[in-house]
């Protein structure tokens, strides 16, 4: 693995935890579809992030 492709994976892992972890400290309590919100947003970024996949 490159040095680009693992900084990218770890920015869409951050990505999908980031998520939950605002939830949880703006509200003190977290659900599922927290969860689910943070992993499609992180997987989004793996897949259309910087590198210009297209649709």
Do not use: C, D, K, Q
């Not at 693992?6 to 920015?11: Q, R, S, V, Y």
């Not at 659900?31 to 499609?40: F, Q, Y």
């Not at 992180?42 to 996949?53: E, K, L």
Request: proline share 4%; no cysteine.
């Amino acid at each position: 693995m490159n040095r680009l492709r693992l900084i990218h994976w770890l920015f869409a892992m951050a990505a999908a935890v980031a998520v939950p972890a605002a939830v949880f400290v703006a509200s003190g309590t977290i659900a599922v579809e927290h969860w689910v919100l943070g992993a499609t947003m992180g997987f989004a970024y793996w897949y259309w992030g910087p590198t210009g996949t297209s649709l």
